[in-house]
């Protein structure tokens, strides 16, 4: 079975930091795209930012650029997001997702993991 399990999340002060973790198994992480969606409370799911498969290139929503990095480890079958000057407006629950192809614009994934829970107070 695939399975995403998605880790890092807690609440910081704005300004702060988090790191999400992203462990992948039971496919083949190097031929997979990685990224990490959000979903706040009455709104719909959105793109943060992905990680391709090789050659390797990261992509960033234009509300996270500058702030947010994403990163892969191929031997630990991991994805990393350092998210650091945190706002209020990223409070979302954020998501991993998987799949050949993933565009941040479209909220579809072959597959994804559960949520993991991020509050940034002001």
């Known amino acids: 079975d695939v399975q995403l399990q998605a880790s890092g999340g807690g609440s910081v002060q704005a300004g702060g930091s988090l790191r999400l973790s992203c462990e992948v198994s039971?496919?083949?992480?190097?031929?997979?795209?990685i990224g990490w969606f959000r979903e706040a409370p009455g709104k719909e799911r959105e793109g943060v930012a992905m990680?391709?498969?090789?050659?390797?290139?990261?992509h960033y929503v234009d509300a996270v650029k500058g702030r947010f990095t994403i990163s892969r480890d191929n031997a630990k079958n991991t994805v990393y997001l350092q998210m650091n000057s945190l706002k209020p407006e990223d409070t979302a629950e954020y998501y991993c997702?998987?799949?050949?192809?993933?565009?941040?614009?479209?909220?579809?994934?072959?597959?994804w993991g559960q949520g993991t829970q991020v509050t940034v107070s002001s």
């Open positions: 997702a998987a799949a050949k192809w993933l565009e941040l614009s479209i909220p579809r994934s072959d597959y």
């Open positions: 990680i391709s498969r090789r050659p390797t290139s990261a």
């Open positions: 039971g496919l083949l992480f190097v031929d997979y795209t």
